[in-house]
T-cell receptor, first 117, second 111 residues
C-alpha cells in the first residue's frame, strides 16, 4: 500500500513550452501533497505544499505563476512548469500524506526528470 | 534559517561492516525526524523515523539514534550490503508536515 505514482517519468521539451507533471496517490486519499525539486548531487528542495480544494502554498523564492499547482481531487495533484527554460531542468518529486492515517508519513513518488532544451 | 545538515558527504564501507551516517539539525522545536534512502533516479524511500520523546529506535538492520542535547541524529546500518549503496537523507518535520531535508550522504559499499 501507500503507492504514489508520477507521470511522465521523464520529459524533454523545447524552451518556452509548458510541461505538466501528475502526481497520484494510488491506494489512499491525500488532502496534502508536496512538490520538490532536486538538482544533481543536491538535496530535495521543497517548492510548494498542495492542498486539495485550495490554493497551494509556495516556499520563498518559488514563482507561483511559473509553477502552477492544481490539487483538484484527493488522489491527484499536478505541477505545470510554464514557459520552461533550460534552468528549469531538474528532477521533480512529489509526495503525499495519507489523510486516513495519523502520523503524517510522506510517501514519495518515483520522480519526473525534466530536460529543457 | 533553520536547516538540517550532515557531517559527511560520502561514506565508503566494506560489505558486511556496519555503517554510521550522521546528521545535525538546528531547529530545536522539531519533534519528528526521518531517514530516507534515495537510489539513483528514484524518489526517496522511507527507512525509519523517530520522535523527539525517544532517543533510540530500531528497525530491521537499521537503528536511529537521537541526541536532543546536541541536536544530532545518526543512522546505523548493520552488516551493510551492496544493495544499501545509495544517498541517505535525514529530514525533520516542521509545522504542517513540511519536511526539511539535509544535504545527503552517499554510501558506497565495497564488495
Amino acid at each position: 500500500g501507500a503507492v504514489v505514482s508520477q507521470h511522465p517519468s521523464w520529459v524533454i521539451c523545447k524552451s518556452g513550452t509548458s510541461v505538466k507533471i501528475e502526481c497520484r496517490s494510488l491506494d489512499f486519499q491525500a488532502t496534502t501533497m508536496f512538490w520538490y525539486r532536486q538538482f544533481p548531487k543536491q538535496s530535495l528542495m521543497l517548492m510548494a505544499t498542495s492542498n486539495e480544494g485550495s490554493k497551494a502554498t509556495y516556499e520563498q523564492g518559488v514563482e507561483k505563476d511559473k509553477f502552477l499547482i492544481n490539487h483538484a481531487s484527493l488522489t491527484l495533484s499536478t505541477l505545470t512548469v510554464t514557459s520552461a527554460h533550460p534552468e528549469d531542468s531538474s528532477f521533480y518529486i512529489c509526495s503525499a500524506i495519507n489523510s486516513g492515517r495519523t502520523g503524517g508519513t510522506q510517501y514519495f513518488g518515483p520522480g519526473t526528470r525534466l530536460l529543457v532544451l | 534559517g533553520e536547516s538540517v545538515g550532515l557531517h559527511l558527504p560520502t561514506l565508503s564501507v566494506q560489505e558486511g561492516d556496519n555503517s554510521i551516517i550522521n546528521c545535525a539539525y538546528s531547529n530545536s522545536a522539531s519533534d519528528y525526524f526521518i531517514w530516507y534512502k534515495q537510489e539513483s533516479g528514484k524518489g526517496p524511500q522511507f527507512i525509519i523515523d523517530i520522535r523527539s520523546n525517544m532517543d533510540k529506535r530500531q528497525g530491521q538492520r537499521v537503528t536511529v539514534l537521537l541526541n536532543k542535547t546536541v541536536k544530532h541524529l545518526s543512522l546505523q546500518i548493520a552488516a551493510t550490503q551492496p544493495g544499501d549503496s545509495a544517498v541517505y537523507f535525514c529530514a525533520e518535520y516542521t509545522g504542517g508536515f513540511k519536511t526539511i531535508f539535509g544535504a545527503g550522504t552517499r554510501l558506497f559499499v565495497k564488495a
